[in-house]
């Protein structure tokens, strides 16, 4: 026992065990580990997410109040407003807002009965801003005085709801101008994509047709806003800074408001679909453009489009579709043309007279005269007079396709015109050799070219391209660049020879006039209007369809200032008795307007006026 005691007593005490071995390793490289964790989740909620926090912090303490720019209004050439803004009551929320406390049980329902919105409608709207957004989002306009009236009521349960006034585009002359003017409506989704770069933004709204698509930078203006600090509660405490919003630009038209409702006003009463157009023939400057049917653009400056009306909108008729840019054959208002080739082309004379036949037969084909028996030997005045058809066949076929076609392209036919609606106007067709062969497969024959010598086949023309080739004669041989901005530029800058001999104008000018005295077009030959030349089109539409029917006129014959297109879509009848009476009518609106007492005042009006 003492012997075993003495020996636990010898023995060496060991030391400490802790932190023996890979221990204190482990323990360093576990630290250093938890270190650069935490810093680099320091790095990244500071660096990373720093200003996804920041924009969270700050907008729980500053909201930014934006003030919408407003839009610019638009007159016509003699300052009468055609278009403007109101100010109707909208209802605004904070994108937040749905994500609070008692909006799905009390806020959300509440407000969707008072708007008449279904709830989930609502808040798409905020999602789409993002909870982040300080702007507030407009979730409802035009609050009639009931809803005002019950969100009132209610406010002490629609916390973060606000009522403000804001600028909504209104159209005094509704349908009227609908063509022209056009229509301002918010973004669509895809439109907000391809313009958020250009400063745009959720519910903005923009120019869709019309002068309002085509000026919209000049008519949009730039936006404003405070931007506010707030408590815990969202009221304001101070304004950190403003910025004024900029109204956006006054645009004053070439449009003649007085000569726009003549023509509205005729052509509606036709209970055709159809269009006119009227412009200066010296500088291209288009006093009127009509389409019929047409629309109210005030309807799309509602919150929502109703279901009549978009039934409307989209129904067989088209009533959005401006058919003064749209292309339908021009029938024999285009033997202005084919006159022109056939005197530049040096095979006919000014003094050429023809034959005319009760049909003519060419390869085959037998083309006829639109009365049956043809009217005798005609020169060019005469020939235009009683719009023959054998006289102009003869002249095409003589002149030959390609330089028909040459002067067709010349007179402005196949491409745009310069005018300002560009995605909304038709650039028509001129059929050629190549056009045929790509179409058809087959080449052009000589029966192509007696169809397009009268206005037919596959020829396509607009209104406003009409117009401008009644202009040329009108001005001695000028090729006009239509536009509905009003400036003080001279007439040069608007228009461009296109080459033609002071013969080849004199004849068109002789026999256009004979249109009037003495041809299909005496019913404008009246004391109302100063003396006028023109020439009526009777197009055949196809089988089993009306024809569809042309008058283009311009006046005074001898130093013309207008120059007015009348087209009836499918209207039947001929160009002379349904679009003539049109033509006089906008005829008589200018002249008895702008020179009062020079033209004597029709005693009755008839039915065709």
């Known amino acids: 026992m003492a012997l075993l005691e003495n020996n636990q007593l010898g023995k060496k005490k060991e030391g400490r065990t802790v932190g023996r071995g890979t221990q204190s390793i482990a323990l360093i490289i576990f630290t250093l580990v938890a270190s650069v964790a935490i810093e680099a989740r320091l790095a990244y909620l500071q660096v990373i997410q720093g200003h996804s926090f920041s924009d969270r912090a700050k907008a729980n303490r500053v909201r930014v109040i934006s003030k919408q720019p407003e839009r610019g209004n638009v007159f016509d050439r003699n300052g009468k407003l055609l278009a403007t803004t109101r100010y109707p009551r909208s209802v605004y929320l904070w994108p937040m807002a749905h994500e609070k406390a008692g909006w799905d049980e009390k806020i959300g329902p509440r407000l969707s009965k008072i708007l008449g919105i279904p709830q989930e409608e609502i808040e798409q709207k905020l999602e789409e801003a993002g909870s982040n957004s300080t702007s507030l989002v407009r979730v409802a306009r035009d609050l009639n005085e009931a809803q005002v009236t019950a969100l ?88 950190l800074g403003e910025k004024q919003a900029k109204a956006g630009n006054d645009l004053h038209l070439t449009i003649d408001l007085d000569v726009q409702m003549a023509a509205a006003k005729v052509l509606a009463a036709t209970g055709k679909r159809g ?46 579709v401006n058919r003064a840019l749209s292309a339908f054959p021009p029938a024999s208002t285009f033997k202005i043309i084919t006159t022109t080739a056939g005197l530049e082309s040096g095979k006919f ?74 995605s909304e106007e038709s650039k028509g067709l001129v059929p050629d050799e190549t056009w045929k062969q790509k179409v058809f497969r087959i080449p052009w024959t000589v029966g192509d070219t007696i169809n397009m010598s009268i206005g037919q086949g ?49 004849v068109l000018r002789d026999g256009l006039r004979k249109v009037i005295t003495e041809g299909t077009g005496k019913r ?44 009836g879509e499918n209207s039947g009848q001929h160009g002379g008795d349904f679009c003539g009476p049109m033509a006089l009518r906008v005829l008589e609106e200018y002249f008895q307007k702008k020179y009062p007492g020079k033209y004597t005042k029709p005693e009755v009006e008839g039915a065709d006026k």
């Open 152 to 239: 009132k009521e209610y406010e002490t349960e629609l916390k973060g709801v606000e009522i403000h006034t804001e600028a909504v585009r209104y159209y005094p002359h509704g349908s009227l101008m609908a063509h022209v003017i056009g229509y301002t409506r918010e973004l669509t989704p895809e439109q907000l994509k391809k313009r958020k770069d250009e400063g745009y933004r959720l519910g903005d709204v923009i120019g869709q047709m019309g002068v309002e698509k085509s000026y919209e930078k000049m008519l949009r203006g730039e936006w404003g806003g405070q931007e506010v600090e707030v408590d815990g509660a969202g009221r304001p405490q101070k304004v």
């Open 275 to 320: 269009a006119i157009v009227a412009l200066d023939p010296n500088n291209g400057a288009v006093l009127a453009m009509v389409s019929n049917p047409s629309f109210d653009p005030n309807i799309f400056s509602k919150q929502k489009v109703s279901q009549k009306d978009w039934e409307v909108l989209q129904g067989k008729e088209h009533p959005l």
């Open 349 to 422: 004379s000014p003094n050429t007279v023809l034959q005319t036949f009760g049909s003519l037969t060419v390869g085959g084909v037998t083309f006829g005269e639109w009365n049956h028996a043809g009217f005798g030997p005609l020169g060019f005045p005469g020939a235009m007079a009683m719009s023959s058809d054998t006289f102009f066949y003869q002249v095409g076929r003589g002149v030959g396709g390609p330089k028909l076609i040459e002067w067709t392209r010349k007179y402005g036919f196949g491409e745009r015109t310069g005018f300002e609606f560009t």
């Open 458 to 506: 596959a020829l396509q023309v607009t209104p406003l391209q009409a117009a401008i080739m009644f202009a040329i004669p009108a001005n001695g041989g000028y090729r006009i660049k239509p536009h509905l901005l009003k400036d003080h530029e001279e007439a040069k800058n608007w228009r461009t020879s296109i080459g033609m001999k002071d013969s080849t104008v004199k």
């Open 524 to 567: 404008l030959n009246l004391p109302t209007i100063a003396p006028a030349a023109g020439k009526s089109g009777t197009a055949e539409a196809g089988v089993g369809r009306p024809n569809h029917t042309w008058f283009g006129a311009y006046a005074p014959f001898d130093k013309p200032e207008i120059v007015v297109v009348a087209f």
